[in-house]
């Protein structure tokens, strides 16, 4: 089984200034979920203040909470207190998500391929564009692995979209909080992701990606994303 928690919120300040595809839009991506997520999965909305107007009231098939956060990291923290609290079992699938993703179809038994390989512990879908381009990965060395329907590679970080089992996150939960920093009021993923691996974790990521950040520097390559966005 795949939960999925989707954060959503009236306004993002970490998203100012990013630059989109003239053809995105968040329910756009959100429709995108809801028709490519299969029936072997539950999605949660988490929303960061009240949706009043918001798009997701017009949609039905899933769970609403609200939670008064304001930025990023006090929005991630609420949905990690959160998530804590459910009777989830160990080994189910918890999907953290951001409200700016798309995904293939076909997305969920590929990440459960994943999280399916001995010894994985966190599985995300995004094909990070700037492992092949930002000069710090130019002597980044990763394993590559297979499974049916895709090839992995290990990864040293990824965003706050990310897959694993609900015992996995429990476990590492003070490290999943230790990093949501409210003072600056962002979760510092790439910083929670690196000490994980040093804490004896990983991370593996489909290649190619099977889902996308939707920012026109960094999506997933290969892939032609505009035909999902326009599901």
Not at 78 to 96: A, H, M, Q, R, S
Not at 104 to 112: C, K, R, S
Not at 151 to 179: F, Q, V
Request: some cysteine; overall charge negative.
């Amino acid at each position: 089984m795949i939960h999925i928690f989707q954060r959503h919120c009236n306004v993002s300040s970490n998203s100012v200034g990013k630059t989109r595809p003239e053809w995105f839009s968040r329910e756009k991506c959100f429709k995108n979920l809801l028709d490519t997520m299969g029936d072997e999965v539950s999605l949660t909305v988490v929303f960061d203040g009240t949706p009043t107007d918001h798009f997701v009231e017009k949609y039905e098939g899933f769970d609403l909470v609200s939670f008064e956060g304001g930025n990023d990291g006090l929005s991630f923290l609420n949905l990690l207190n959160y998530v804590e609290c459910l009777d989830i079992e160990d080994d189910d699938i918890v999907y953290l998500l951001e409200d700016d993703y798309l995904h293939q179809t076909n997305w969920p038994n590929v990440l459960e391929e994943g999280l399916s390989r001995p010894g994985v512990e966190y599985v995300t879908l995004y094909d990070h564009m700037d492992k092949y381009f930002l000069p710090m990965y130019n002597n980044l060395q990763s394993q590559v692995i297979a499974t049916p329907s895709a090839h992995w590679r290990t990864s040293p970080s990824t965003t706050n979209t990310y897959a694993c089992r609900y015992g996995t996150l429990i476990k590492h939960m003070d490290i999943h909080r230790e990093y949501c920093d409210l003072e600056k009021g962002f979760t510092r993923d790439h910083d929670k992701f690196v000490r994980l691996w040093q804490e004896g974790s990983n991370l593996i990521t489909s290649i190619p990606g099977y889902s996308t950040h939707v920012e026109v520097e960094y999506m997933s390559p290969i892939v032609d994303w505009q035909k999902y966005g326009d599901i």
